[in-house]
């Protein structure tokens, strides 16, 4: 089992009812695949404009490894 540092930004802080969480996974699990598992636990909208970033570099396909950082983005409003 790898530990994962979980956080969370925006609606997706709201739908998961914190900003911060340490996870436990099996090792081999894709970002794609935790944001996945996550979108159901937690019944987050718009998950398919959620972006990930495993330590700090958006990669929805990174193989995760034990104490990446892996945080779940909203869409952001800019210009």
Do not use: C, W
Not at 65 to 74: Q, R, S, T
Request: net charge negative.
């Amino acid at each position: 089992m790898m530990k994962l540092n979980v956080r969370y930004f925006g609606l997706v802080a709201e739908a998961a009812g914190k900003q911060q969480e340490i996870l436990e996974f099996s090792e081999g699990v894709s970002a794609a695949e935790l944001l996945t598992q996550l979108v159901k636990k937690y019944h987050i909208p718009d998950a398919e404009s959620v972006q990930v970033a495993v330590n700090q570099n958006l990669d929805k396909n990174a193989v995760l490894k034990d104490g990446d950082e892996v945080a779940l983005l909203p869409p952001f409003a800019g210009g």
